[in-house]
């Protein structure tokens, strides 16, 4: 008896995309998996920050279209796509004065009508989030005055907050060192894991890709030309196309490593 393969989260067919006359993507196609992990990766100039914005609403493509379980992204108001799809961008700024209560407390925003206070549900789940993500016991505390890594976490649990099936996460792991870049990819696995949460990020350290994703797309071009999981299409022929670069790929206990050095 065959088993019936889930639909995917989100398909993108034939993107194209240009800044005047700088093309930058050429007909990319993927699919998101449902309830998986999965990491957009790729040399600068590659495309992935464009197609995220595009994956996001942020951009709209030039051709081709995005599908939200079946449905063109683009017919969606802002306000529909933000009950579907949280993101975490990678720069983000508040007010220096603003409480990180307060701020995971916007993430319940797409939910409620103009003017209104928090019901039961937005209170219960800013709870949530606040405690999946640890930072419950800053909740008083000006989100100004925290370390890059406790800031990270707030602005993901303000995703959080939206309740969402899908979050979106723009190279979470930037500035931070790799104690907090653990921590937070750590987190990022758990939510996947524990929550069903599908998972798209952009992320450029290729081993910390390789080990808490679940599948991998790689562009090179505008296209796609790695897709899958990381342990079968990582290989030192997939590197040196995506980056340009000869680099040894080594296997120990089983599992990948990229020779960066």
């Known amino acids: 008896m065959q088993t019936k ?10 993107l194209f ?6 093309q930058i993507l050429k007909g990319a196609s993927l699919e998101i998996e449902r309830g998986k992990i999965t990491t957009i990766m790729g040399a600068n100039g590659c495309g992935k920050s464009t197609l995220f914005s595009l994956m996001t609403k942020n ?26 799809v949280s993101i975490v961008h990678q720069y983000n700024t508040s007010s220096d004065d603003i409480t990180v209560e307060r701020l995971v407390g916007f993430g319940r925003t797409p ?30 505390r000006e989100v100004s005055r925290l370390s890059g890594g406790q ?50 990020m952009v992320l450029h350290d290729i081993n910390q890709a390789i080990h808490f994703s679940d599948r991998i797309i790689g562009l090179w071009g505008g296209r796609v030309i790695v897709d899958g999981e990381p342990g079968q299409v990582i290989s030192a022929e997939s590197i040196e196309k995506l980056y340009g670069i000869q680099l040894e790929v080594t296997e120990i206990e089983g599992r990948k490593f990229v020779l960066t050095v």
Not at 5 to 14: F, L
Not at 17 to 22: A, T
Request: hydrophobic fraction near 40%; charge should be positive.
């Open 5 to 14: 393969t889930a639909k995917p989260a989100m398909e993108v067919k034939e």
């Open 17 to 22: 995309f240009s800044y005047g006359s700088n």
């Open 59 to 84: 951009l709209t493509p030039g051709r081709g279209k995005i599908l939200l379980n079946g449905r063109n992204i683009r017919d969606m108001q802002l306000s529909e796509f933000a009950r579907k």
């Open 111 to 140: 939910h409620r009508k103009l003017f209104s206070g928090y019901g039961e549900e937005d209170t219960r789940l800013i709870e949530w989030a606040m405690e999946v993500t640890h930072i419950d016991g800053y909740r008083e």
């Open 151 to 200: 800031r990270q976490r707030v602005w993901i649990a303000m995703a959080l907050a939206q309740n969402t099936k899908i979050l979106f996460l723009d190279e979470p792991t930037t500035y931070l060192d790799i104690r907090y870049q653990i921590d937070i990819l750590k987190l990022i696995q758990k939510l996947n894991r524990e929550y069903n949460i599908t998972i798209v």
